[in-house]
């Protein structure tokens, strides 16, 4: 059974977490963070959403984020695809992130 669906409408503000497996980390160094902040940052900027706080853990991430418009395209974009460019990015990470974006 898949989750139920994200409530969107304009202004929302969502507390996003992932975390790796078994608590493997995700960042293995600055430059892993780095990257991470980077594809935030240009995710962000093409959908216009609002990054309010974020804390980067050796093995999960909480961001405040906030959407401008209701859009799913802008949810998917930023929690999926951080998480996939963080994991070609990490090699042996590729399926450690779990939970729900």
Not at 2 to 12: C, S, T
């Amino acid at each position: 059974m898949g989750r139920p669906a994200r409530i969107e409408y304009a202004g929302a503000v969502y507390h996003v977490m992932s975390r790796g497996n078994h608590q493997q980390p995700i960042f293995r160094s600055d430059q892993d963070c780095e990257l991470f902040l980077k594809t935030l940052d240009e995710a962000c900027g093409r959908t216009g959403s609002i990054v309010h706080a974020y804390i980067l853990m050796g093995n999960h991430y909480h961001l405040l984020n906030e959407t401008p418009v209701k859009n799913e395209w802008i949810s998917n974009r930023l929690y999926m695809g951080n998480a996939s460019n963080l994991s070609r990015y990490i090699s042996d990470v590729e399926s450690s992130l779990e939970g729900e974006l």
